[in-house]
């Protein structure tokens, strides 16, 4: 097991899998029990669809491109959308898929869905984060208690915000 962990993907085929079941099983519980359903236009319902698959995807790609042009094998990765989230392309997947999916099928289920889904993620990559432990030492305890796992914490948003106002200021 510590192979999968330790690989490229990590955790990302199992919760990727669990997750469309989720979605799959949340979207059947939408139809066999005639629950509410999400009011929306058919612009709003697409558009919105649209949005959340954009972010996912752009989020997906900017991680794959920051991955593959580093060495992740051979340094801790803290460099692109990693110096905001520790695990920017699962937030991808569950958040904006989530969105996606549940604007899709007008489903209150899967919108609400996220909150589970968020919950067995966090439990899902401590598995990967006791290998990336093991592996990087105090550099990666270091970079998780800055870091949020999957949304930015107020301590990265605050450091991007400020250096972005120095360069600023240089630049002038």
Known sequence: MNQIRDRFWGVGPTG?????VVWGLLIYVQDAIPLPRLKLSTGWKWSLTLVFLADGFSTLIWSLVTLTSS???????????????RHPMYAA???SGTGAVAF????????LGVVPLHLWW??????EEQALIRRWGASYLTYAADTGQFFP????LKKAFSESRHRDDTDL
Do not use: C, H, K, N
Not at 16 to 20: A, D, F, P, S
């Open 71 to 85: 060495r992740y094998d051979q340094q801790l990765v803290t460099a692109g959308p990693y110096a905001f989230i």
């Open 93 to 95: 997947l569950f958040l």
């Open 122 to 127: 966090m439990r899902l990559v401590r598995l």
């Open 16 to 20: 990727m899998i669990v997750t469309l």
């Open 153 to 156: 914490s107020l301590t990265t």
């Open 104 to 111: 899709a099928f007008e489903s209150w289920s899967v919108l």
